[in-house]
């Protein structure tokens, strides 16, 4: 049996996600529960440390991809889920300025 596990996060935990990759390809096929019986392989987004796919996608559809400052930080989304709604806006918030301030007009989210 093959397992895929997709892994998608955003691009400033590029560290825990190479560290989950390791994990699903190096030792849970060592496991005695799996070994043998399962083959585990990590699909990833794409590089964490030099994401494209969603910029190839944005252009593709005839729209001009931008830079900004904070485009490898966390959208914030994950603080809203632990109570830290305040936070998470205030990340939102900042990428949506930085965005806004190189004048695009459309911020897409994965």
Do not use: H, N
């Not at 900004?68 to 305040?86: F, H, I």
């Amino acid at each position: 049996m093959r397992l895929r596990f997709f892994l998608s996060s955003p691009g400033d935990v590029a560290d825990e996600r190479t560290f989950a990759q390791q994990v699903i390809e190096q030792e849970l096929p060592k496991d005695p529960f799996v070994r043998g019986l399962v083959d585990c392989e990590a699909v990833r987004w794409d590089d964490p440390l030099s994401p494209t796919k969603v910029e190839e996608l944005v252009a593709s559809l005839g729209a001009k991809v931008v830079d900004y400052t904070t485009k490898m930080q966390c959208c914030g989304g994950a603080l809203d889920r632990v109570g830290e709604r305040e936070g998470s806006l205030a990340f939102c918030r900042r990428k949506l300025y930085d965005v806004q301030g190189e004048g695009a007009d459309v911020e897409p989210v994965a």
